[in-house]
């Protein structure tokens, strides 16, 4: 059987063009799709009923990832082989993968995240770098978290570099997106959820928090902007406001290394005896 050609050759082709102004966010909003690049978050994508609408694929990218590409088409994904500068085209990577996927917004109304009584929440709260955003929702589908909320103060969610940097997290737990802060506090703390704001000076230590065993509740960590952190007016929304010590020379934590660290203090103290989560628990 002969090699297989790509059918899209031209970048000016409209449905290239249509993927292309994914990249802008007004586009993204406006048509709910957002853009998901290389092989995890394209699989991923696709293993979400209804999530991946539509897949470009270079020849050796559909060679090498044909399971990928028989899960898409399988999901009722439209595939696409397509010559290598057209994949560039749509990529916002330098390097790209050969696989660009086209995916339905996924975020989950507020409302529905309360109703689930989730025992462990990251808040993003005036977080603008796209990066970070994407690297905490990672850290806390990776600790366990039941949700994420982006406050309205908040980068976009679909930005390609957070959901590059998300690396397929996305697609793993509930995110509500443009929920004021005062919002979502007041929401998480009728949810029965303790509000822990991580902030350099944050007048509570963690490891004195860890140690008096206040931890083991249900909680919402709520972390700020990566320059100047909380503004006092969310701190002051907080039930605690908790420092992460630093025991060496380092001046500070940057924003995603301290939610990991804060996120998994709580799974790890909510799954002690005593926990609000059994250890015996799946």
């Not at 509500?176 to 919002?183: H, S």
């Not at 790890?268 to 989560?277: I, K, L, S, T, V």
């Amino acid at each position: 059987m002969p090699p297989a050609s790509p059918e899209l050759i031209s970048p000016r082709s409209p449905r290239v063009a249509a993927a292309r102004r994914l990249a802008k966010r007004n586009f993204r909003g406006k048509e709910r799709l957002f853009l998901a690049e290389g092989p995890q978050a394209v699989r991923e994508a696709g293993a979400q009923p209804g999530t991946l609408v539509e897949l470009f694929a270079t020849v050796e990218a559909a060679e090498r990832y044909a399971d990928i590409i028989g899960e898409a088409r399988d999901t009722g994904a439209r595939v696409h082989l397509a010559a290598e500068q057209v994949i560039a085209d749509i990529s916002t990577t330098v390097t790209p993968q050969g696989l660009v996927g086209i995916c339905r917004f996924l975020d989950t109304p507020f409302e529905e995240i309360l109703a689930a009584r989730p025992q462990l929440v990251a808040v993003l709260a005036h977080v603008r770098d796209p990066g970070n955003a994407g690297t905490v929702l990672r850290c806390a589908d990776a600790a366990g978290a039941e949700a994420v909320v982006l406050t309205d103060a908040s980068v976009d969610l679909y930005n390609p570099k957070a959901v590059r940097a998300s690396v397929g997290s996305l697609f793993h737990l509930p995110v509500a997106v443009g929920v004021p802060v005062e919002r979502a506090v007041a929401g998480l703390k009728q949810a029965g959820a303790r509000i822990l704001a991580a902030d350099g000076a944050g007048e509570h230590d963690l490891d004195d928090e860890l140690d008096k065993g206040t931890m083991g509740g249900p909680t919402a960590w709520v972390f700020g902007n990566e320059a100047w952190g909380l503004p006092e007016e969310t701190r002051a929304l907080a039930d605690a406001v908790v420092r992460v010590p630093i025991h060496g020379k380092a001046e500070s934590l940057n924003l995603a290394t301290a939610a990991a660290v804060c996120l998994y203090a709580s799974a790890r103290a909510q799954r002690a005896p005593g926990g609000c989560r059994s250890v015996t628990d799946n």
